[in-house]
């Protein structure tokens, strides 16, 4: 017996495995449980991060987190425009549709511009209380991870905190330019400053081999260097192999990255494209970028502020191409091995 119901038990033909037969043909009531919901897919609820891109499928206005306040979120586009957006609505994340919740790490502005104490997860309808600013100027040097709060540099690397930065050491990272040295700041800094390592620029890898000379590397003085557009066949690379076949070579370590310039190692969704333009190779490279974005580029001064406008879209090391990413640590890595 199931309850009030009779139920037959009886044997399979095909083997000896006894088989249930139930005789309600009709089963439970179709309208028990949450009948409502079935077939329905539930939205997922995520937790508010710093720089989470999001779009509101209303009005299509996508963007970074960069702020919580009065129960509003506040998006900043690719072009440095705000838009504030209700916290407790729904967002496309990747494509899917989800609500927000709080940061996990607890958040609040505290003296140092950092997040602060106000409250740690929690649903999206009790977001009014919550603030957290994490406009440029507000952002600390580094930024809060969900784990437990320890904290994480902008490399992703756990920070160390109430530490000096270290002397220098007598080893260096060598980059071609301005652009590189400022956005391996901006993403490493910490790191280096911690490990007590100087970056240089090259003003182009056609100087490599002198600065090299004047320098004089040595077990004790290594030199790591970052080549743009390091592919086969290309000028940086016959530079490159020339180093590495070189006197210093024991000393020296030459890596470098596919793009025709280190903008191209930003993800071109932070600046609002689905891929960098290709520029015809008659056209010097940054100006054909800013002319196919619409952005002033007459003048050395429109591409040294479009420069910024890029690089101030750069937050993590989450904004970059992989193929950058690597070099860089390989460089840290071989310009602080311990001596044997």
């Known amino acids: 017996m199931v309850g009030d119901r009779p139920v037959d038990v009886v044997r399979s033909p095909l083997d000896s495995t006894l088989v249930r037969v139930d005789d309600d043909r009709y089963g439970g009531d179709v309208l028990s449980g949450d009948w409502r919901s079935r077939g329905v897919k539930k939205v997922r609820q995520v937790p508010l991060e710093r720089d989470m891109v ?3 499928p209303v009005t299509g206005w996508a963007g970074a987190v960069v702020r919580l306040e009065a129960g509003n979120v506040e998006l900043e586009d690719w072009k440095g ?11 496309l994340l990747e494509g899917e549709l989800v609500t927000l919740g709080r940061p996990q790490a607890p958040v609040g502005r ?23 600013d ?13 784990d437990g709060g320890r904290l994480r540099t902008a490399s992703g690397s756990f920070a160390v905190e109430s530490q000096r930065a270290r002397v220098a050491l007598p080893s260096r990272i060598m980059v071609e330019g301005k652009h590189d040295a400022e956005l391996v700041e901006k993403v490493w800094g910490a790191d280096l400053r911690v490990e007590g390592v100087v970056v240089e620029e090259l003003s182009g890898v056609d100087n490599l081999a002198s600065v090299l000379d004047d320098f ?11 080549v743009d557009h390091l592919v086969p066949g290309s000028k940086e690379s016959r530079f490159a192999d020339a180093v590495m076949r070189g006197k210093w070579a024991a000393h ?14 930003v993800k071109p969704a932070r600046v609002g494209l689905a891929s960098w333009p290709v520029i015809p190779r008659s056209i010097e490279w940054k100006k054909g970028i800013c002319q196919a974005l619409g952005w002033p580029h007459a003048e050395q001064a429109d591409i040294a502020r479009a420069w910024q406008r890029i690089l101030g879209q750069v937050r993590t090391f989450a904004d970059l191409e992989p193929q ?8 840290i890595d ?7």
């Open 334 to 340: 071989f310009v602080t091995e311990p001596r044997a």
């Open 81 to 91: 425009r705000t838009r504030s957006f209700p916290f407790s609505g729904q967002f």
């Open 252 to 265: 020296v370590l030459v890596v470098g990255h596919p793009f025709v310039d280190v903008w191209q190692a």
């Open 134 to 146: 994490w406009r440029p100027g507000a952002a600390p040097a580094v930024r809060q991870a969900s």
């Open 216 to 226: 004089q590397p040595s077990r004790d003085r290594r030199v790591g260097v970052l």
């Open 110 to 132: 505290s003296a140092a511009g950092r997040v602060g104490s106000a409250g740690a997860a929690g649903s999206a309808g009790a977001a009014g209380s919550v603030h957290a």
């Open 54 to 56: 999001l779009e509101d």
């Open 324 to 331: 950058l990413l690597g070099r860089v640590e390989e460089l």
